[in-house]
């Protein structure tokens, strides 16, 4: 399929559902269910699953018409396990019943999804994790704890890794599952941040049954699927399309610009240092997101995510410094949900604590480290002691 092939395959589908008239949710919905169909969703996944089979790097075609003839896309910011991390997940291991079920309704939006990855003794060593499943005929029944689960409380489906045999090695005896958030003994319980706000949950799992059709990958390839889910998180939080002087370094820059009072120096020669490093970052991204494109997925997801949690906590402090004693008027500490207002539409002092989140979230910067010294330049390996040790006698 040439590039001309697919404008006029998007031509023609415009022509038969006019953008202007999804203005009311049903109409939104019945058109991103259409174009889904029309295998416009991610046109490098399979038709049938809302591709084409076309290259990846062509997507970029289909988003600059549908862009322009202001038609409805889904929101990366409502579902973005979902569409970051769920859905690719999906694609490379599941069955092709899975990939039907649940793909479609994952793009329109009208299934939210959430992460069950971290527990309270195992964040930065996943491989660590101990909630357990244990197979039952066709099901498995699953208990445990989770933690730091974005959307958890909003969420239908959850993305779940589990030990299923703990006589192995922690990363052999895992398995990975779909999980209904509906099931029984799923609770869901709101954690508070620095924020105020409760963005994050903690999830128990309390005697869950899940069918063994619901599990992704064999039994015990768990850290390998993980592993895909990871790589395209760190891409999904630190590597995201922005303009040139976007992003934090746009809002920085739009006070250095709008009020001389606060420039001194010292500040300037920060600002300067910051908007190089964010450039040359959103650059970095751009020639990641071509890799993936080719597709060529690796660790280097990892140094994108490490310098995105890098710069927003530098950018928000320096912020913080020029506005002076302005940024004491913190949005209201009332234990909202988060999400409820975009990013950057928030007070600057809502922004720098929210930062301080980023070095954890996603894989912390240490852990990050750690990868890009060993995957990316070949730097040897820290000694592991627990590598070969059954999970049942590592000690806690």
């Known amino acids: 399929m040439t590039e001309a092939d697919l404008r006029e395959r998007v031509a023609t589908f415009l022509a038969g559902h006019d953008p202007a008239a999804a203005t009311d949710p049903e109409a939104r919905l019945a058109f991103l269910r259409a174009a889904f169909d029309a295998g416009l969703a991610w046109v490098h996944y399979p038709p049938g699953h809302g591709g084409l089979g076309a290259p990846r790097a062509m997507q970029a075609v289909v988003d600059a018409e549908f862009a322009a003839a202001g038609a409805p896309t889904p929101s990366p910011a409502t ?124 999830v128990f799992l309390t005697d869950v049954r899940i069918p063994d059709s619901m599990r992704l990958g064999a039994v015990g390839e768990g850290w390998a699927v993980a592993r895909s889910t990871l790589m395209n998180e ?46 040359a970052a959103r650059l ?25 949690a890098t710069l927003m906590q530098r950018v928000s402090g320096l912020e913080m410094e020029v506005r002076g004693e302005e940024v004491l008027r913190h949005d209201a500490w009332n234990g909202g949900r988060g999400r409820e207002t975009p990013f950057f539409e928030r007070s600057a002092g809502y922004r720098y604590l929210r930062a301080k989140g980023n070095s954890i979230e996603g894989g912390t910067s240490e852990i990050l480290r750690n990868i890009i010294s060993e995957r990316v330049l070949g730097l040897p390996s820290e000694p592991r002691s627990d590598k070969d040790i059954p999970w049942k006698d590592l000690p806690r």
């Open 284 to 308: 970095t991204a751009t020639r990641l997101r071509q890799q993936l494109a080719a597709g060529e997925i690796g660790p280097e997801g990892s140094a994108v995510k490490l310098t995105f």
């Open 234 to 279: 760190r891409v999904s939080i630190g590597g995201g399309p922005i303009p040139r002087e976007g992003g934090a370094i746009g809002a920085l820059a739009a006070v250095w610009r709008e009020r001389p009072e606060v420039r001194t120096p010292g500040a300037h020669s920060e600002l300067m240092k910051l908007w190089v490093d964010s450039e």
């Open 79 to 202: 579902n973005p396990i979902g569409l970051g991390m769920a859905a690719p997940t999906i694609l490379r291991h599941g069955t092709e019943e899975q990939k039907s079920r649940y793909l479609r309704p994952l793009w329109t939006g009208e299934e939210v999804w959430c992460q069950l990855f971290s527990e309270p003794g195992a964040g930065s060593d996943l491989a660590s994790l101990g909630t357990r499943a244990v197979r039952d005929g066709d099901d498995w029944i699953v208990d445990g704890q989770k933690v730091w689960t974005s959307l958890a409380h909003l969420a239908r489906f959850a993305i779940l890794v589990t030990r299923h045999d703990p006589s192995l090695p922690k990363h052999e005896g895992m398995t990975y599952f779909i999980l209904d958030m509906t099931s029984p003994g799923v609770e869901v319980r709101p954690l508070r941040q620095l924020t105020g706000e409760a963005e994050f949950n903690e």
